[in-house]
């Protein structure tokens, strides 16, 4: 895909999808994936535990394709390798993944690298070694990252007003306690069960979607 990354990154921190497996039930991941381009997500991040490295690399291939035919980027979480050879437009990683400066290096200067940032000190090395944008949080304590302590409405602030790249929030966020962030900075929300824990995926996307452009104009 082309476009003005800078521009296209942020816009694409709205609605921050985190895919898992979890839920799947009787679809398969990329029918779920259709379901919340459908509902609007703006960015697709493809975050697997459970496959072999091919068969990772195979669908993901076929969901950035997907999320390509609805003008939306996908991220690769934590795998660099699986980035490169699906096409995938970027790769997110944690603190005890690969350092940004090295992703960097491995990926040129057109892919999007998000990381994980829990403190205005970890944000701003990140954007110095090449961050293109960084997940905060958890903002609530979130089965899928136990070992993660909530930040406060402070700590938002904090780091959201230490860098310049953009921030996205992410940790037990909902459509009820969406709001709550406003104020703090942040150009988007990342949610994980509540879209693909969803009954009517397309339909809670559409909602979230709502939300999240209430909290970024509020």
């Known amino acids: 895909m082309k476009f003005d990354k800078a521009q296209q990154v942020k816009n694409s921190m709205l609605l921050y999808a985190v895919t898992d497996r979890a839920w799947t039930g009787d679809s398969t991941l990329y029918q779920q994936v259709e379901q919340c381009l459908k509902g609007g997500a703006t960015l697709v991040q493809i975050r697997e535990k459970g496959l072999s490295h091919e068969e990772f690399v195979a669908e993901a291939k076929d969901i950035v394709q997907l ?3 609805y003008g939306v980027c996908c991220i690769i979480n934590d795998d660099v390798q699986a980035c490169l ?3 995938a ?3 997110h990683v944690g603190q005890d993944d690969m350092e ?5 290096t491995l990926l040129g200067e057109e892919k999007i690298i998000g990381v994980s940032a829990h403190s205005v000190e970890e944000a701003q090395l990140a954007q110095s070694r090449g961050a293109d944008y960084l997940g905060v949080g958890a903002v609530h304590s979130t089965w899928t990252k136990t070992d ?4 406060t409405h402070h700590d938002i602030c904090d780091i959201c007003a230490g860098v310049a790249i953009p921030c ?3 940790g037990g966020i909902k459509l009820d306690n969406m709001l709550e962030l406003t104020g703090t900075g942040v150009a988007g929300v990342a ?3 509540g879209i693909f824990a969803a009954p009517d995926i397309q339909a ?3 909602a979230l979607r709502a939300r999240a452009e209430e909290l970024v104009q509020a």
């Open 168 to 170: 996205v929030a992410i």
């Open 148 to 151: 993660a302590a909530p930040l």
């Open 191 to 193: 949610i994980v069960s």
């Open 204 to 206: 809670a996307t559409a």
């Open 89 to 91: 437009d970027g790769v």
């Open 67 to 69: 999320c390509h035919s």
């Open 100 to 104: 940004a400066g090295d992703v960097r």
């Open 85 to 87: 050879e699906s096409g």
